[in-house]
T-cell receptor
Framework: DTAVSQTPKYLVTQMGNDKSIKCEQN?????MYWYKQDSKKFLKIMFS???????INETVPNRFSPKSPDKAHLNLHINSLELGDSAVYFC??????????FGSGTQLSVL | AQSVTQLGSHVSVSEGALVLLRCNYS??????LFWYVQYPNQGLQLLLK??????LVKGINGFEAEFKKSETSFHLTKPSAHMSDAAEYFC??????????????FGKGTKLSVKP
């Protein structure tokens, strides 16, 4: 069974559209994250939730809004998509002081 | 502020040769350091981590890293490369504690190629 699963794996869309990426973890972890990997493979944290509460919110445009309905899920909604949003988005989870488990990524292409 | 520098964006070794991937860090507090590996079209997987205690850390797949405070380094090594080691390797430092420990600052990655 996949520990951290993201859907969809690929997302191709037009500029200006709104899209969502879903993430679920079955590890019982308390903390979940969204990371963005750009075309040069550079990884940067976007958000972190601990028990459904936002604890890390890096400098990310307001068009990005995470939502955590329960501690096993952390979804990412993006409004008014721009060309620069094209990247691979990784969901991850961890228990406090434990290692991060990453999903396999969602490759977003904005045309 | 914490930061990570990986020397060499691409390293190529022959199968059976020593693998050495370099990582230097900057941190104003005692660092927690990590090496992650990313295979093509996959997420990252933890190879090893240093928090406290023994400075030589052993990880999965025969990799190890040594924390050297005086050199602010955390280089990754493997005595004998295997074709399956070809991947992208990321060094990272944690900028938080407790609930924020997953806030990692990543280096820019080193792509390891293994020649037969």
């Amino acid at each position: 069974d996949t520990a951290v699963s993201q859907t969809p794996k690929y997302l191709v869309t037009q500029m200006g559209n709104d899209k969502s990426i879903k993430c679920e973890q079955n590890l019982g972890h308390d903390t979940m994250y969204w990371y963005k990997q750009d075309s040069k493979k550079f990884l940067k944290i976007m958000f972190s939730y601990n028990n459904k509460e936002l604890i890390i919110n890096e400098t990310v445009p307001n068009r990005f809004s995470p939502k955590s309905p329960d501690k096993a899920h952390l979804n990412l909604h993006i409004n008014s998509l721009e060309l620069g949003d094209s990247a691979v988005y990784f969901c991850a989870s961890s228990q406090v002081a434990e290692k991060l488990f990453f999903g396999s990524g969602t490759q977003l292409s904005v045309l | 502020a914490q930061s990570v520098t990986q020397l060499g964006s691409h390293v190529s070794v022959s199968e059976g040769a020593l693998v050495l991937l370099r990582c230097n860090y900057s941190s104003s507090v005692p660092p927690y350091l990590f090496w992650y590996v990313q295979y093509p079209n996959q997420g990252l997987q933890l190879l090893l981590k240093y928090t406290t205690g023994a400075t030589l850390v052993k990880g999965i797949n025969g990799f190890e890293a040594e924390f050297k405070k005086s050199e602010t380094s955390f280089h990754l090594t493997k005595p004998s490369a295997h074709m399956s080691d070809a991947a992208e390797y990321f060094c990272a430092v944690s900028v938080g504690y407790g609930g924020s420990q997953g806030n990692l600052i990543f280096g820019k990655g080193t792509k390891l190629s293994v020649k037969p």
